[in-house]
């Protein structure tokens, strides 16, 4: 089975901006999480899709949102961007119950100048 | 509310000897706890799991880990370091029953010739 996909793998964007990142599961999983990561607060939660809903999230602003499509690719994004934004956003598949490993994607390194 | 605790945020080893990386956690309920390993410009990798099983887990690439509740502890050991085994390593934790991850602030692994 292919893995995670992430696109675009790169992204620079400026402060005020909106931006979309884009995350494909693997073929069977019907739940993506996202998770910010950056070097002064590490791996953070941002929310999770299951069945095109929302069904956990973390303690981010409304600035960031998502989506799930019927065929579990699931989108994220964030508004009105703040130099803090600047992160590598990744990704992570299960099948979708709450037991399941979660599979990651190689990420998305956002930077916001 | 379940946290995890990485005891070294670096670790430096030779190529040969044994790597030891310390974790401690604290969660409610029975949880489920992962050794995920990141190189460089790369997702995460599952390395290892525990899921109310065996004590002793081992992974893949010689690395094991010994859950002990009693001490709240998830070190990851493995007895021969390799140069490919650079990398950060984080200790997660997932309370029984939900799927979010909580993460440890990584513990970075050098290897020397």
């Known amino acids: 089975k292919a893995g995670v996909t992430q696109t675009p793998r790169y992204l620079i964007k400026t402060r005020g901006q909106q931006v979309t990142l884009s995350c494909s599961p693997i073929s069977g999983h019907r739940s993506v999480s996202w998770y910010q990561q950056t070097p002064g607060q590490g791996l953070q939660f941002l929310f999770e899709y299951f069945s095109e809903t929302q069904r956990n999230k973390g303690n981010f602003p409304g600035r960031f949102s998502g989506r799930q499509f019927s065929n579990s690719r699931s989108e994220m994004n964030v508004s009105t961007l703040e130099l803090g934004d600047s992160a590598l956003y990744l990704c992570?598949?299960?099948?979708?119950?709450?037991?399941?490993?979660?599979?990651f994607g190689p990420g998305t390194r956002l930077t916001v100048l | 509310a379940q946290s995890v605790t990485q005891l070294d945020s670096h670790v430096s080893v030779s190529e040969g000897t044994p790597v030891l990386l310390r974790c401690n956690y604290s969660s409610s309920y029975s949880p489920s706890l992962f050794w995920y390993v990141q190189h460089p410009n790369k997702g995460l990798q599952l390395l290892l799991k525990y899921t109310s099983a065996a004590t002793l887990v081992k992974g893949i690439n010689g690395f094991e880990a010994e859950f002990k509740k009693s001490e709240t502890s998830f070190h990851l050991t493995k007895p021969s370091a390799h140069m490919s085994d650079a990398a950060e390593y984080f200790c997660?934790?997932?309370?029984?029953?939900?799927?979010?991850?909580?993460f440890g602030k990584g513990t970075m692994l050098l290897v020397s010739p």
């Open positions: 997660v934790v997932r309370e029984a029953g939900y799927s979010t991850l909580t």
């Open positions: 992570a598949t299960t099948e979708g119950g709450s037991t399941d490993t979660q599979y």
